[in-house]
């Protein structure tokens, strides 16, 4: 399933997406691919992350990388910044290079990494540029089959998971990628919306709250509210009331469940004094839209009593919590 996350999570498993503005072309030659991947070699020695595939078209490319201390947007954006120099030098341009800022989606390594890097190396065959993935040069399909070096790529936690015997792991993983070639596009690992996450409902579940709990670590236990507003125990308790899991009510959800849990997560935040730009970072959607919400949910609570009774069971559970 796909779910939606703002944050980033160390050690997490992001495909990464990015494509010419415009769609135009942004590899031309030999040369660009060349310096697109030296520029990737140089920021990996610096910021220390894990590459498991890449594949540059003609006009985007897709990266399967783990990022470790470094956060992808920092990562990204030195590669994209010194290829977009380089690019407009070299072709006296002048503008953006890329269109827009590149998707990272994460992906639960244990049920995908196999998948995802086969989904990489077969772009080219979905084109139909090549028959077979080794016979296209700008992908580290070559590298997982021994049939070049890289230092860029970090083939063996992926051949591991094909066979303890590397030989035999690059035959059984030659086969496996072979045989994704009629699968054809999957949508999945091409999702239409930034920061998203693919994996089971447990590892979704997991992964928002990892990152609650450690950009808003909690203060200890009180029932003052004076206290700091502690975004957590505000979650948590939104999610005992309407029995539902943070992921189903942030972002964008149009289902009724979920815009009331959305409305109550703003009427109490804002009860508990938080701001709207903090509640826009909860809930998925920007400050106006966070503002206006709230004072359609205030008008609402008029002739709804349901909507006062719902907020005043948050909040006591909040102070319980």
């Known amino acids: 399933m796909a779910r939606h996350l703002r944050a980033e999570v160390e050690g997490g498993l992001y495909h990464i997406i990015a494509r010419g503005n415009n769609r135009q072309l942004i590899f031309h030659d030999d040369a660009d691919f060349k310096k697109f991947l030296s520029l990737l070699t140089v920021q990996k020695a610096k910021l220390g992350f894990y590459l ?71 772009n080219p065959v979905r084109a139909k540029m090549v028959r077979k993935a080794e016979r296209y040069p700008w992908s580290s399909q070559r590298a997982y089959l021994g049939m070049e070096r890289s230092e860029l790529i970090d083939v063996d936690p992926v051949l591991r998971l094909f066979g303890a015997r590397k030989q035999k792991a690059r035959e059984n993983f030659a086969d496996f990628v072979a045989g994704g070639s009629r699968l054809g596009h999957q949508d999945e690992f091409y999702s239409l919306s930034n920061g998203c996450i693919l994996g089971s409902d447990e590892f979704v579940d997991s992964a928002i709250h990892h990152v609650w709990e450690r950009d808003h670590k909690a203060p200890r236990a009180t029932k003052a509210r004076s206290r700091e507003f502690d975004e ?90």
């Open 52 to 122: 498991y595939a890449y594949c540059l078209m003609s006009n985007h490319f897709h990266l399967a990388l783990e990022r470790q201390e470094e956060k992808v947007g920092r990562i990204m954006q030195r590669v994209l910044t010194g290829y977009s120099q380089y690019y407009n030098r070299k072709y006296r341009k002048v503008g953006h290079v890329f269109q827009g800022r590149h998707k990272a989606i994460l992906c639960e390594a244990d049920k995908y990494l196999g998948e995802l890097v086969r989904y990489i190396h077969l």
């Open 232 to 321: 957590c125990r505000l979650i948590r308790s939104v999610e005992e009331v309407f029995e539902l899991r943070a992921q189903d009510f942030i972002g964008q959800s149009k289902q009724a469940a979920a815009v009331r849990a959305k409305e109550a997560v703003i009427l109490a935040g804002r009860e508990l004094g938080a701001s709207f730009r903090r509640l826009s970072e909860i809930v998925g959607l920007d400050d106006s839209t966070v503002s206006r919400r709230y004072d359609r949910a205030r008008a609402k609570m008029k002739d709804d009593d349901e909507i006062g009774v719902g907020v005043d069971k948050i909040l006591r559970a909040y102070d319980g919590s």
